[in-house]
């Protein structure tokens, strides 16, 4: 027999980290006179005391049972329901405790779960039948068992980048028949103007992530995507993923991510300089960054699987411009037995490196390096030889 529901209750609630939430309350039991104001009261009380994420498990609940037990109430059990609502519809929204940033399906209202709007931009996906016959092309007619649409949230930052550095760069020129190291230092002032996408989610990692980030980038610099009006917001609101990283949060971020960059392009241009670099050591770096404001974007990508003589394989396209970003294809018979020869061939100039190391080195550590290094490769390719698939970017 089912419990009977002695009180129901919706209350909206700011949270101690500032959220506003609507949380229902049903309790189970008998019902009894003003337990329903009792319950609102309790819910309204504890709610606010608490954070966001605590609201999710069996501590709010169980406080709930207590306070009402204190108030002389008996009953079964209580179930809480918690859930945004939109400022501009008022519809019910769904939310991951991570969500901080969101756009409503009913009405294609976009902002924060503080309530504050927010302007979002996008570029416009390739149809499924595109992407399908993407897919066709690069697998010589493969057919999709599935394609998954989500729009990636991005934000996105244009940055000035002033680094003065040096830096100590090991590399080889030739003398006669051999290779003598030679040591340099260098330094130099540059600038750079930087266009940095920043996924805006806890977990950054995805299929073809890093690919993805490049395609964005590109795709900004060459068309930068519209703001979304409100229809177009209510289309896409289905397909994408709620940014988890606020404005402030990538800022913060951003900067660490900027010297990062600053420092390889550094490394890249000491480099450069040189013939046969073996090391660049920067031992000096001075970077000073100034970034935007960045905007939030919302760029759309096609994870997909597919079927192909017999097996099923997982595959990543930019909705914006359908370049490929990652994508598993079968080994074929011809390409095993390549790796194959190949891995027969590394072990067998290893052993004859082994071997004539042996007779001319009195200590063998070259016997041993040249050993570790060619029965290492040989395995590798050998394992790959017999792998269910390749990666093709």
């Not at 501590?59 to 108030?71: I, T």
């Not at 008022?90 to 940033?101: D, K």
């Not at 703001?227 to 900067?255: F, H």
């Not at 598993?328 to 190391?357: C, H, K, Q, S």
Request: aromatic share 12%.
């Amino acid at each position: 027999m089912e419990s009977e529901i002695a009180a129901q209750t919706t209350v909206s609630v700011s949270t101690r980290d500032s959220r506003i939430v609507y949380i229902s309350a049903t309790a189970y039991g008998t019902p009894q006179p003003n337990l329903t104001d009792t319950l609102t009261r309790i819910i309204s009380d504890i709610g606010s005391r608490l954070d966001y994420w605590q609201l999710y498990g069996d501590k709010f609940r169980l406080q709930v049972l207590n306070e009402l037990s204190k108030y002389g109430y008996k009953v079964e059990n209580v179930e809480v329901a918690v859930s945004y609502r939109c400022p501009n519809c008022g519809a019910a929204i769904e939310l991951n405790p991570e969500a901080i940033i969101y756009v409503c399906k009913y009405c294609g209202w976009s902002g924060d779960i503080f309530g504050k709007n927010l302007k979002i931009y996008a570029w416009p996906t390739l149809p499924r039948q595109s992407v399908e016959q993407l897919v066709k092309r690069f697998t010589g007619g493969a057919k999709i068992v599935e394609a998954d649409l989500k729009y990636v949230p991005y934000w996105i930052f244009k940055a000035s980048l002033t680094v003065n550095y040096a830096a100590k760069v090991v590399y080889k020129v030739k003398r006669g028949k051999k290779y003598v190291r030679r040591e340099a230092n260098v330094g130099e002032k540059f600038e750079k103007e930087i266009v940095y996408p920043l996924v805006a989610r806890l977990n950054a990692e995805f299929y073809g992530d890093l690919e993805m980030q490049g395609n964005v980038e590109y795709n900004f610099r060459k068309k930068p995507p519209k703001e979304v009006t409100s229809q177009e917001a209510r289309n896409i609101a289905p397909y994408v993923l709620s940014p988890e990283i606020s404005r402030d949060e990538a800022k913060e971020i951003i900067v660490d991510k900027l010297e990062d960059v600053g420092l390889n392009i550094a490394k890249d241009r000491a480099k450069s300089r040189f013939s046969n670099v073996e090391s660049v050591h920067v031992y000096y770096y001075e970077p000073e960054i100034k970034v935007s404001d960045p905007i939030l974007v919302m760029a759309p990508y096609w994870f997909i699987i597919y079927k192909s003589k017999g097996g099923i394989y997982s595959g990543a396209f930019s909705g914006i411009d359908g370049d490929l970003l990652k994508l598993e294809v079968p080994i074929t018979p011809a390409e095993r037995l390549v790796r194959l020869l190949g891995a027969w061939l590394v072990a067998a100039l290893t052993g004859l490196g082994v071997e004539f190391f042996l007779n001319t080195s009195s200590s063998g550590k070259e016997s041993i390096v040249i050993a570790v290094i060619g029965l290492g490769s040989a395995l590798a390719l050998t394992k790959s030889a017999f792998s269910e698939a390749k990666v093709r970017r």
